[in-house]
């Protein structure tokens, strides 16, 4: 269920490492009426200066090395999702959990706001195997730079739109 017309946040989170609480970048975009109402990305300082997935996002330690912790970039995240009725997310799993972990690292508590996963609405929706975010972007002609946290949030944003638009909410 993605809630009619409700304001939601999309959000994707890019990890450092293979541990959930490594993000070192996240995206957001808010929308609200259907419309994308505003678009936030951060670079965060995860707890370890290892990083594995350089490959996949191109951040490596000299790009977060003077950003805001989790901690620190807190407050300007619960900001970004005063008021919405759900956090969308391609994979949801997996950026919840980040989420969850990165609160838990920094002694926060995570806000109560319920997770909506686009992968399980493509599948729903329109069918799609393989639903992965290149896939479905492909399909619903959604320009994406994959493992860029603000491209792939937008692009999650927009397959919620979508769906809505084709009378899935």
């Avoid at 890019?14 to 490594?22: G, H, I, K, L, V």
């Avoid at 951060?42 to 805001?68: A, Q």
């Avoid at 950026?95 to 609160?103: G, K, P």
């Amino acid at each position: 269920m993605v809630y009619s017309n409700a304001s939601f946040v999309a959000i994707d989170f890019e990890t450092a490492d293979y541990r959930p609480d490594s993000a070192c970048s996240v995206g957001l975009v808010r929308v609200s009426d259907n419309q994308i109402v505003s678009r936030a990305h951060y670079l965060i300082r995860p707890p370890r200066r290892r990083f594995e997935f350089t490959y996949l996002h191109g951040i490596s330690w000299k790009h977060v090395s003077d950003e805001p912790t989790f901690r620190e970039l807190w407050p300007r995240l619960t900001d970004e999702l005063e008021g919405t009725a759900f956090i969308a997310a391609h994979n949801a799993p997996f950026d919840r959990s980040v989420l969850i972990a990165c609160c838990k690292a920094a002694d926060l508590s995570p806000p109560a706001i319920p997770f909506q996963c686009t992968v399980r609405l493509a599948r729903k929706v329109w069918n799609l195997r393989p639903a992965n975010l290149p896939s479905v972007c492909t399909f619903l002609g959604i320009p994406l730079k994959h493992h860029d946290a603000i491209s792939d949030a937008e692009a999650c944003a927009r397959i919620v739109i979508e769906a809505r638009l084709h009378g899935h909410a």
